[in-house]
Every structure is written in C-alpha cells, then in structure tokens.
C-alpha cells in the first residue's frame, strides 16, 4: 500500500482565503526565479496547482506585470508563454525542486520517479 497516496490534496488554482498566503509564497518564488533569469516581472495564469503534504504542482502561463510582450533571448529556442514548477518543503520551508519557464520539451515527463514520494494526485487534472 502506497502511504503517499491517501493525502489530502488542496486545489491552489483559484485563491481563497484558506490559501492565499500559501499560494502567494509558492508563486512569488518562481515570480523571483524567472525575474531573475529573465530580467522582467510576471505575473502567471493559473491553470493547475495542487498542494499535498510537502508537494506542490504548479502548472500556468506567464504575462509580464506590466503588460508589455514577453522579450526571450533570440538565440535560443522557447516555447512562450508556459512555466511548470515543482514544490517542495524542507524543514518546513517551501523551496522549488524543478521548474522551467517557456521550455521546448517536457522536462517534467518522469517526475514523479524522480521524486517518488510526491503525491501522485497533484500531477492530475
């Protein structure tokens, strides 16, 4: 019997009151991540982000703060506009395993062997 896949598993897609202080921690972190790769602020639209035990799933697109285009560095190649990241909490502190940002391939295809005691349930629709 898998332990991990009887978790309670919260929908962080829209925010509410019971999540928004979670949510906005878990975004601001990739929001810094991709800041500071790209040199531009974002904000993101949420298509998928479920939370269980010490995992988080996030799924989304990015639009620049200010409304402006997206500007990608021409000499290499980008899917634009999605970002994927993966959660995890150490010692009671969010901190992101894997993410990418506007990637050609799907860079998260076997994740879950990669970290086999994330729920399986917040990789689900």
């Known amino acids: 019997m898998n332990l991990y896949s009887q978790s309670v598993v919260l929908d962080y897609k829209t925010k ?3 999540n928004e202080i979670e949510r906005t921690y878990l975004l601001d972190l990739l929001r810094a991540r991709m800041s500071n790769k790209f040199k531009q602020e974002f904000i993101f639209v ?5 939370v269980s035990g010490d995992y ?3 799924r989304g697109t990015a639009k620049r703060k200010d ?3 997206i500007e990608l560095t ?6 634009c506009c999605h970002v994927e990241a ?11 395993s894997e993410s990418a940002a506007f990637s050609t391939d799907v860079w998260w295809d076997g994740i879950q062997q990669r970290y086999p005691k994330a729920p399986k349930e917040i990789f689900q629709e």
Not at 74 to 79: C, G, K, S, T
Not at 86 to 96: C, M, R
């Open 16 to 18: 509410s009151k019971s």
């Open 46 to 50: 949420v298509e998928h982000f479920k």
């Open 56 to 58: 988080a799933w996030f």
């Open 67 to 69: 409304g402006k285009e």
């Open 74 to 79: 021409e000499d290499i190649a980008y899917d």
């Open 86 to 96: 993966l959660y995890k909490k150490n010692n009671g502190k969010w901190q992101i």
